[in-house]
């Protein structure tokens, strides 16, 4: 493994040059033909993007082929403006492919449901398949998967072979996993390392697509509330798991904010480059909901919110079916062939609902209309009004007393980390 790593290191654009050399040199064979998986623009703090253009550099004036296919998942295609943010001017656009969840992939295996229903205690019981973008099959000497790892809602800790199964991966993967996650309770798989739908994802890589030549380059990433830097604490390079559980116990430590009381309100700003749909502004709700205390109130900040779904056929679930809670979502499932076609739709509903424990009140700016947001089952109040009373730039990360004496706790990023309540995350 080729890493540095610490709770206080700042890791530096020259160190990162270096470290991104040094991973390219430890290749095993001579490179001529690269693939490398960053994230999208919605993971823009992970430094993914800048270690791209490195890559892209380095190979190419070697005169290596390198092809970049962003892991969009279930995510709207990269527009030119949000590459140029993401991955900077220097890389031609035409190296720049698309992924396909529904149509660009192809199936190397199944997962049995045996498993499955070992992995989710008896809830669930289907097989789930492998499937992945072809592009991947090319002929490509490195593979080289970039991104973050932070707490995530679904598997526990981001990135690692999710980005393999899902980022690149197929449907069916897509959605059973998501909805495996579901039921086996959000709160106990945050922050984890080792859970239920990480089991199915490195089972599906180890298995089924053990001969492709992926390497994998992992960050960790800490927002200074202070001053609002990224710093880069972490930097893991490698071909197994050790490079994983290495970055997951850092992520563990810079990421994770224990609380020693349970904030009433909480207010979040979601960053309009990153935040358009409530399938990706619920990180709100996610990374949120182990620290609020109970019958209190979730305030999201979205001046960007344009749809629901960042897919269209999502976007048409989640106006259809709203976010009403497990029971609810449940039987929708069992009633609703297209919601069972959809599982992952399904467990991002029941994802995004409080369960009744809090409530939660979204801020749209133009975008969307407050009767839209209401029709899915969030309160709604218009941003501009909201944002005149709690000002995200007036605001800091953390409790703030309003000039009222009202205190509230705020967050400007909740993709940065994961916010509990101390004696909660430990239960």
């Excluded at 960053?38 to 890559?55: E, F, K, M, W």
Aim: hydrophobic share 40%.
């Amino acid at each position: 493994m080729i890493g540095r790593f610490g709770e206080e290191l700042s890791i530096s654009r020259d160190e990162l040059r270096t470290l991104v050399f040094q991973t390219l040199e430890n290749q095993p064979v001579p490179l001529r033909k690269v693939l490398v998986l960053p994230p999208d623009h919605t993971r823009l703090n992970s430094q993914a993007g800048p270690i791209t253009a490195i890559v892209y550099e380095l190979l190419t004036a070697k005169g290596v082929k390198v092809d970049i296919l962003p892991t969009l998942g279930t995510h709207n295609a990269m527009t030119e403006k949000q590459l140029r943010m993401m991955f900077g001017e220097t890389i031609p656009l035409d190296a720049f492919k698309v992924h396909d969840w529904r149509n660009g992939i192809v199936r190397k295996g199944e997962v049995p449901g045996k498993m499955l229903a070992e992995l989710s205690g008896g809830k669930v019981n289907y097989p789930v398949g492998v499937e992945v973008n072809k592009m991947l099959f090319d002929g490509y000497d490195l593979i080289l998967s970039v991104g973050q790892v932070v707490p995530h809602e679904v598997v526990g800790m981001a990135n690692y072979t999710k980005n393999i199964v899902v980022g690149a991966g197929g449907s069916d993967i897509i959605n059973k996993s998501h909805f495996l996650g579901a039921v086996c309770n959000m709160e106990t798989i945050l922050g984890q390392t080792d859970t239920p739908v990480r089991r199915l994802f490195n089972y599906a890589v180890d298995t089924f697509l053990s001969d492709l030549p992926i390497t994998y380059i992992l960050t960790v990433m800490e927002q200074d509330y202070g001053t609002g830097e990224m710093h880069m604490r972490g930097f893991y390079a490698g071909k197994d798991v050790q490079v994983y559980n290495k970055a997951c116990e850092l992520a563990r430590k810079v990421n994770i904010t224990l609380l020693d009381r349970e904030p009433k309100k909480v207010v979040v700003y979601l960053d309009p480059h990153e935040f358009q749909s409530t399938w990706l502004g619920n990180k709100a709700v996610y990374r949120t909901r182990m620290a609020i205390a109970d019958d209190g109130e979730l305030i999201v900040l979205a001046p960007a919110l344009k749809e629901f779904g960042e897919d269209h056929k999502i976007d048409e679930l989640i106006r259809k079916y709203g976010y009403r809670g497990t029971p609810a979502t449940l039987k929708a499932v069992e009633e609703n062939e297209e919601l069972r076609n959809n599982r992952g739709a399904a467990a991002h509903l029941i994802h995004g609902s409080s369960e009744g424990r809090f409530s939660i009140t979204y801020c749209p700016g133009p975008g969307v209309t407050l009767d839209e947001v209401r029709s899915v089952g969030f309160n709604a109040v218009p941003y501009e009004k909201m944002a005149a009373r709690y000002n995200p730039e007036k605001l800091k990360d953390g409790f703030n007393t309003m000039p009222d004496g009202e205190e509230i706790f705020y967050i400007s990023n909740p993709a940065l980390g994961l916010w509990a309540y101390k004696e909660k995350f430990a239960k």
